[in-house]
């Protein structure tokens, strides 16, 4: 079951175009209380003027596009009643945490939907709202369906390219275009896919060395110049895989398998 909690119309109260870390406090004690110390210990190593504030105080004087977001986030979960996850949707004004973000709320599975990030990132618009929502629901989805219960994080670059790559399977097919990416610019995709069998050597090596593959994932790092790489490579991967195994087989992957296959791309 899904259960959507909506805090537009709080800020809106709550904020005009400032914004105070103290009136935050007190917008998020009005839905989730819990949520605050989550989100203020998610950007402990942020330079909160330098790198949070802005993107708040852009979003609170765009109103126009606060209201498109929210118009577009509320059709989007009408339609989500078919998906089987067990989840609190919760849209609201976050301390750039992200756009989407999967955690646990007072013992709840919950995704969190930023409105700062998402209009930052100019993801308001309906398809693209859309595909964030389905991503984070398939995290949940692969989460709480698999029944391998060992979520291995020996190698923590493995799993990201793993999970992710489940993500962007379940997001695609719910869309129905598996070419379908939030990284809709500069020729992002022509990018990936031209250079596909060099960077999974990348990807690969960097496993091999023990090296960070950080720079592959989110939006303020970027490979090449090209930010969230390790989301293509997860896609391509988890759809080959797909066409050889059934749908638990690939919610129940270990990381083993996923090495072996990543290993593949390589030969």
Same mark, same amino acid.
Not at 2 to 10: E, M, N, P, R
Not at 197 to 225: A, P
Not at 240 to 261: F, G, M, R, T, V
């Given at each position: 079951?899904?259960?959507i ?65 929210? %118009? ?9 009643? %078919? ?22 709320v ?47 994080d ?73 930010? %969230? ?9 988890i ?7 059934n ?6 992957l ?14």
């Amino acid at each position: 079951m899904i259960k959507i909690i909506d805090t537009y119309s709080l800020i809106l109260k709550h904020f005009d175009n400032d914004f105070t870390l103290e009136k935050w406090k007190n917008y998020v004690d009005g839905f989730k209380p819990s949520l605050k110390q989550l989100c203020i210990d998610d950007i402990i190593d942020y330079d909160f003027d330098l790198d949070v504030l802005p993107v708040i105080n852009n979003c609170l004087k765009n109103k126009n596009e606060m209201k498109i977001c929210h %118009d577009n986030f509320l059709e989007i979960c009408s339609s989500l009643n %078919d998906i089987d996850v067990d989840a609190e949707i919760i849209l609201y004004l976050g301390l750039c945490n992200g756009a989407g973000w999967v955690t646990k709320v007072d013992g709840i599975d919950s995704v969190l939907i930023g409105i700062e990030k998402v209009l930052e990132l100019n993801w308001q618009d309906l398809l693209s709202t859309r595909g964030l929502l389905l991503h984070e629901l398939g995290h949940l989805y692969h989460f709480q369906k698999r029944t391998n219960k060992s979520f291995e994080d020996d190698n923590q670059a493995l799993w990201q390219l793993y999970s992710e790559g489940m993500a962007m399977y379940f997001e695609q097919r719910y869309l129905n275009d598996e070419n379908y990416y939030h990284q809709k610019y500069d020729d992002w995709l022509n990018y990936c896919q031209t250079n596909q069998s060099r960077l999974f050597k990348e990807f690969f090596n960097r496993i091999e060395t023990n090296k960070s593959v950080q720079d592959f994932f989110g939006d303020w790092v970027s490979f090449e110049g090209f930010s %969230d790489i390790g989301y293509y490579l997860g896609s391509i991967l988890i759809k080959d895989l797909s066409k050889k195994s059934n749908n638990q087989q690939l919610l129940d992957l270990d990381l083993k398998q996923i090495y072996e296959a990543l290993k593949s791309y390589t030969l």
